[in-house]
């Protein structure tokens, strides 16, 4: 049992009011990888250039991921460089280089094409159907998106969606993908393109999922000290689709647990910079921050007379 | 028993984009008053104008509230008027013309002075300590406060925190007052300053609460329809200051549940104009709406092998 991913391996200038890395392993892809690699074997399909560091390899390998699908092409990886204040919800990109990702053009490797789980992170979305028509149809399928593709290519990414069991994507990308500013209506506008369910991802303020069996909701856990949320909705969809392919538990109480250990990882990837903590946990790090949920949100009824 | 409320009333003027309502009956004090009634009496303090409705009176009355406080002095009523647009979470303040409330001075009735619970809503910090003044001792008190008197009357805000149980505000106030970016540190630090329990109100995200013993947090609930945000974080105020005064109840147990209540009274207030729905409610939508939380929230363990 293993999931595939698709997406961005990049290298990451980032600075926060707690310090500064440069030339960091980043990109989407990376830190999904990273987060499934503890339910789940990872399968990953990426572009670098020849300029990515070999211990940027050995990283990503020491988690077990399967690198049969990372091309290395003449040309730069993706760089990208961004900034954050004190404010983590609000980030400043100061520049973004494609490099080798702006040809990229996802092969699976024959022995990946049976793989049962497929994550299709933000790339075009002509390239996440690319992909699908590659591999045989997958028991679970997700794509994660982002408001340039909604607003450029909504033909190809209505098309992407409609074929997916799961749709990622972050709170206001849901609004304006479905063209609704409530989000209960937005949402039950998405799934009635096809997608069994729907994930939400609130930054600091949690998680929605929506389902035909109703929503769920995870609010933030509020952390001792953030220094870093990149890569957090990544290792987020990382945590989530990697619980839910391992466990092939979809029941409502499985997309429950599966939002948990969505942000668990989140969460935890917040703590250090870049993919420093989450290429390192210990089991019960994971477990343990479950816990820390079930704490948070816990309530119990009890009976109290209410005045007419 | 009862809790007694000490605050505006007013006449608010809103537009939203589901309609506009003039004159209607507002202020924190009359949310908070409405709020509370469902769980305990209620005793409201406050100061109108000659121009105030009788029928906005008998509204209050409606309740049970016991309006023995509630002064009628030359001049006009506090008016506020706002607007909405589909971010609920931002508003713009249209006027806001004190009339009466700029000199109002509370007197609490002889009646009224032993009342063992006490909110002091958004008002003047110095005229919340002349109301802890005039009252005997009481069991249970709590203030609310904004980011004017943070800045304008720390000094004061200060004194106030240090004599309450309970402080309720909102996220970027909580920061603003502890001088702390970080939630959690700001809890802890105002917590320092005497307070039981911080009540940390987030708009659509939901709520947290924070006291020695941990952190409670409920996550915003997707509403079929936001009319009217106005009212909602003292309408928040009155189901958790009122279910914690009805039901005695300050434990770990007593503080969860109390902000669900909080919780449930806050969003109701919401899929109406103005106090329009939280005037006459049921008591059965108030339990349905808890456990709504409840089936919005609710996840359980179940064991998984990790990787390690």
């Given at each position: 049992m293993a999931i595939l991913v698709v997406g961005s391996v990049a290298l990451d200038d980032v600075e926060t009011p707690f310090g500064r890395r440069e030339s960091a392993l980043g990109g989407a892809a990376t830190y999904f990888s990273l987060a499934a690699s503890y339910f789940i074997d990872v399968q990953l399909v990426a572009v670098v250039g020849r300029d990515f560091p070999e211990s940027h390899v050995e990283l990503l390998g020491?988690?077990?991921?399967?690198?049969?699908?990372l091309q290395f092409v003449d040309g730069e990886t993706f760089r990208w460089g961004g900034k954050y204040g004190y404010d983590f919800n609000a980030r400043e990109t100061l520049f973004t280089h494609l490099g080798a990702f702006a040809e990229f053009q996802p092969q699976i490797p024959a022995s990946f094409r049976k793989t049962p789980n497929v994550f299709l992170a933000n790339i075009h979305p002509r390239l996440q159907l690319d992909v699908l028509e590659q591999v045989d149809r997958p028991l679970l399928s997700a794509l994660d998106t982002m408001n340039y593709w909604i607003e450029r290519t909504p033909v190809e990414l209505r098309a992407a969606i409609e074929k997916v069991d799961i749709l990622i994507i972050n709170d206001s990308e849901a609004r304006m993908l479905a063209g609704e500013p409530m989000l209960r209506q937005a949402a039950a506008r998405i799934l009635d393109w096809g997608p069994e369910f729907l994930v939400v991802k609130k930054g600091e303020d949690g998680a929605v999922t929506f389902s035909k069996e109703g929503i769920f909701a995870v609010p933030g856990l509020p952390l001792d000290s953030i220094v870093d949320p990149t890569g957090a909705g990544d290792s987020f969809a990382g945590g989530f689709l990697g619980y839910l392919a391992a466990s092939g538990d979809r029941s409502s109480h499985g997309l429950r647990r599966a939002t948990i250990y969505g942000s668990a990882m989140g969460s935890l990837c917040c703590?250090?910079?870049?993919?420093e903590k989450i290429v390192d946990l210990e089991p019960h790090e994971i477990e343990d921050r479950f816990q820390e949920y079930k704490r948070l949100t816990h309530f119990e009824h009890a009976p109290i007379l209410l005045n007419a």
């Amino acid at each position: 049992m293993a999931i595939l991913v698709v997406g961005s391996v990049a290298l990451d200038d980032v600075e926060t009011p707690f310090g500064r890395r440069e030339s960091a392993l980043g990109g989407a892809a990376t830190y999904f990888s990273l987060a499934a690699s503890y339910f789940i074997d990872v399968q990953l399909v990426a572009v670098v250039g020849r300029d990515f560091p070999e211990s940027h390899v050995e990283l990503l390998g020491s988690r077990g991921i399967d690198l049969e699908g990372l091309q290395f092409v003449d040309g730069e990886t993706f760089r990208w460089g961004g900034k954050y204040g004190y404010d983590f919800n609000a980030r400043e990109t100061l520049f973004t280089h494609l490099g080798a990702f702006a040809e990229f053009q996802p092969q699976i490797p024959a022995s990946f094409r049976k793989t049962p789980n497929v994550f299709l992170a933000n790339i075009h979305p002509r390239l996440q159907l690319d992909v699908l028509e590659q591999v045989d149809r997958p028991l679970l399928s997700a794509l994660d998106t982002m408001n340039y593709w909604i607003e450029r290519t909504p033909v190809e990414l209505r098309a992407a969606i409609e074929k997916v069991d799961i749709l990622i994507i972050n709170d206001s990308e849901a609004r304006m993908l479905a063209g609704e500013p409530m989000l209960r209506q937005a949402a039950a506008r998405i799934l009635d393109w096809g997608p069994e369910f729907l994930v939400v991802k609130k930054g600091e303020d949690g998680a929605v999922t929506f389902s035909k069996e109703g929503i769920f909701a995870v609010p933030g856990l509020p952390l001792d000290s953030i220094v870093d949320p990149t890569g957090a909705g990544d290792s987020f969809a990382g945590g989530f689709l990697g619980y839910l392919a391992a466990s092939g538990d979809r029941s409502s109480h499985g997309l429950r647990r599966a939002t948990i250990y969505g942000s668990a990882m989140g969460s935890l990837c917040c703590e250090a910079f870049g993919t420093e903590k989450i290429v390192d946990l210990e089991p019960h790090e994971i477990e343990d921050r479950f816990q820390e949920y079930k704490r948070l949100t816990h309530f119990e009824h009890a009976p109290i007379l209410l005045n007419a």
